[in-house]
Each structure stands twice: as C-alpha cells, then as structure tokens.
C-alpha cells in the first residue's frame, strides 16, 4: 500500500469513527427524550455525567503520557524483551494511576470498597462461607444484595472476605489490587500477541496498549476480572506452543485461572473463544481438555456448599431485567455498545485495524472481537460498556502494532482520553 492510500484509508476511517460516535450520540439523546423510565445515563451513552472540571490536576496524566510517548516505543524497539513487559507494564499502571488523579470524582478510589469489598460482611452475616454460598442464588434472586453482587458470581467478595481474615483490607489494598490487575492483562496481553504473532509486532503494540482512553476507566473490578482471565488465556496460549512439563504447568495455572475468572465474572466465559481458536488453529486438543476440565473443577468446588455456576448465571439475567436494563433497552445499545467500545480502544485502534494484515496477529484480534459481538447480541450489556467490556480491550488494542510510526498516533489517543478526565466525571 502506497503512503498516499495509506494516508486516505486512514483519514477515511477516522472520519467514520467519529461519525459512528456522532450517530450513537444523536440517537441517544432521542431515546432519552423518548423514555419516560430514568435510563441512569447522565453522559448517554456513557455512564456518569458530562461536567467540565479544567484545572492543574489535568497536568499530571498530561505529562505521565508525554513520558510514555517519548520513551516507551524507544523501549520495546531495544530492550530485552522481560525489561520491556515489565516497562510496559509499569507505564499502564503510571497512567491508569494518573488519569484516575484527575477524575476528581469523589468515589474514585471507593469504588472498588462500595461496590465490593465493604459487601464482605454478608459472610459473617450469614454465618461463615458455607452458609453465604449455600444462600447466595436465593438472596441474588430475591433483590437483596447490592446491584453488583445480583450481577456476578460470588468470587470476588469472597477473595476480599478471606483477605480481610489474614489483615490485607482498606482503600490502599483494593486500588493495589487494581493496579495488578492492569500490569497482569498488559503481560497477558503481551505474551500472547507475541506467541502468536511474533516478538517484533508485539514490541510495536506494546506503547498501545498503554496509551488508550481505555485507561481512564480502570479504577474498578472489571480490571481484575480481566486481569484474571487473560491470564488465564496467556498461560493456555503458551502451553499450546509448548511441549511436555512446561505445557503441562501452563495449562495446569490457566485452567485454575480460568475457573478463577469464572467465578469472578459470567462474562470470562467468552474468553474460550480465542483460546479455542487458536488451539484448534494449532491442533491442541490436550490443553483444551485438560485446561477445561480443571476451570470445570474450580467451577464445581462450590458445589460442595451448595451454589451452582449456571443457576447463578439464570438467575442473574432474571435480576437484570428487573432493573434498569429493562427501561434501557436492547435495539439501541446493540449500536451504542460498538461505539462505547471504539471510544475505549481510541481512534488510533479504529485505524489499526483497518491496516492490520497480519494473519497471525489478527487471529488474536479477531477471536476477541467475535467474543464482542458474542457478548454485545446477549443482551446482557445494555451500556456501560466502557467498564464491562474492560477486559477485551487489551487484545483488541493489540492490533496498534499495524502503526509503524507509534507517536503522532499515541498523541491521538492520549488527547481523547485527556478530552475524557475533563469533561466526564464518573466514579470509574
């Protein structure tokens, strides 16, 4: 391809980014004038409000970007590859702590605590673990627990529970777990993209999945459930390019992370798809098998006290059509939710996967949009996007190795995610 078609193709799709935003946006404001249920979107489509808050604090993601975009493509082009994941990961964390200071939203920082963390206590209150998982479909089914516990399994209240038992607990631990789970998908992510497709595009993607406005949203748990699960991913990935005890120890740690992320999150199920993919791709049958079958392990565990994975996921979809889900709709957000998404990846990502040609890379990019759209037709996702579809992004953002000249496109990315902490205020 020419540099002057190139240079069109580009122009042309961010152009129709911009336009499929617009559209969403339009058609938002008539939904809205047209409901009279309260759809709890203050920035329709997205969640929170729209409220300008310009100040000094906006200086700071400002210049922890600019450091990003100065150094970090410099250092996945020459560093070994372990002090570039690690320097990838540090920046993710860097910048995700940065645009979270400037949010200047007072829940910020609790967000994780309120809607999670302080819900611990309705396993003392029930009497102990047994008795809470024994309970917890019928208590889910009923109402009785806050929206977000009515919307997941019981995981993670349960790591927050028998963390608080060994005195990890507080607003500091939680936002720590956070920012593991940003470094872990970041890893994850980079693992994968270079088992599949090659060490050299995945030192080209490693400044993008940094510099997205994803970042401004990785203040809550959607960023551990996908830390989770893509690391889960990673490890099945790499056992199916690998042979005796080392696949086995990698498909042993991603079939526990697996069942893990499931009972974390319904959703992580979706992550199969590109594991599929790419071991069916490679002819892997073992590490499907075996990998299955210890997520299933994990999954039936709790059995033993007497909650059921599917019963949980039933009675979920019961609980969410009793809530606003029913007042928002299905028709419209299975447009909205594509551009909430396209927002996050950035319109760097739009143009990088229109340039994207490389088979191998896009069988990771692909397999994780088809679990997209999977997860966009459920019905299951009527907004909010921008934080529940969290843990596909770092794969998808994999496909910014297709941009050979990083910066001027990370400067792109980081002036929407900018545009973003100055003008949405949102808790996450």
């Not at 079939?255 to 199920?269: C, R, T």
């Not at 889900?325 to 990846?345: K, T």
Request: net charge positive; with cysteine; proline share 5%.
């Amino acid at each position: 391809m020419t540099d002057r078609r190139r240079a069109a193709l580009s122009a042309a799709v961010l152009i129709a980014w911009a336009l499929f935003l617009a559209v969403v946006w339009v058609l938002g404001q008539y939904k809205e004038a047209n409901t009279e249920e309260h759809l709890a979107l203050g920035a329709m489509p997205l969640f929170g409000r729209w409220e300008w808050h310009l100040g000094p604090q906006l200086l700071v993601p400002a210049l922890t970007g600019a450091l990003v975009i100065a150094f970090l493509p410099a250092i996945a082009a020459r560093w070994r590859w372990r002090w570039t994941a690690l320097a990838t990961a540090a920046a993710a964390v860097a910048l995700s702590l940065a645009l979270a200071y400037a949010h200047s939203h007072p829940g910020t920082w609790e967000d994780l605590h309120h809607h999670y963390a302080q819900n611990a206590r309705y396993i003392d209150d029930a009497g102990g673990l047994a008795p809470f998982l024994e309970s917890y479909t019928d208590v889910q089914l009923a109402g009785e627990f806050p929206v977000h516990l009515q919307s997941h399994p019981p995981g993670l209240v349960v790591f927050f529970w028998a963390a608080s038992q060994i005195g990890l607990s507080g607003l500091l631990f939680e936002n720590a777990v956070i920012m593991l789970a940003v470094a872990a998908s970041v890893l994850a992510a980079l693992a994968i993209g270079r088992d599949v497709a090659g060490e050299r595009l995945a030192r080209r993607a490693a400044p993008f999945l940094v510099v997205a406005p994803a970042a401004f949203w990785h203040t809550n748990a959607d960023i551990i459930f996908g830390g989770v699960a893509l690391s889960a991913v990673a490890c099945l990935v790499l056992a199916t390019n690998r042979t005796g005890a080392r696949a086995a120890w990698l498909t042993a740690a991603g079939g526990l992370l697996a069942g893990a992320a499931l009972m974390l999150s319904f959703s992580s199920a979706l992550f199969a798809i590109p594991v599929v993919v790419i071991a069916v791709w490679r002819r892997r049958w073992r590490v499907l098998l075996a990998g299955g079958a210890l997520a299933a392990l994990v999954v039936l565990a709790p059995l033993l006290w007497g909650y059921w994975w599917l019963d949980g996921l039933t009675t979920t979809r019961v609980r969410y059509y009793a809530g606003v889900a029913s007042a928002r709709g299905y028709w419209y957000f299975l447009i909205a939710n594509p551009a909430v998404f396209a927002l996050a990846l950035g319109p760097a990502t739009a143009v990088a996967l229109a340039r994207l040609r490389d088979r191998r890379m896009w069988i990771v990019v692909g397999s994780i949009l088809a679990a997209v759209a999977v997860a966009d037709v459920s019905g299951m996702s009527s907004s909010e996007t921008e934080r529940i579809w969290q843990p596909f992004m770092p794969l998808a953002l994999l496909a910014g190795c297709a941009l050979p000249r990083p910066r001027p496109w990370l400067v792109l990315q980081l002036a929407v995610a900018l545009a973003l902490a100055a003008a949405l205020r949102v808790q996450w």
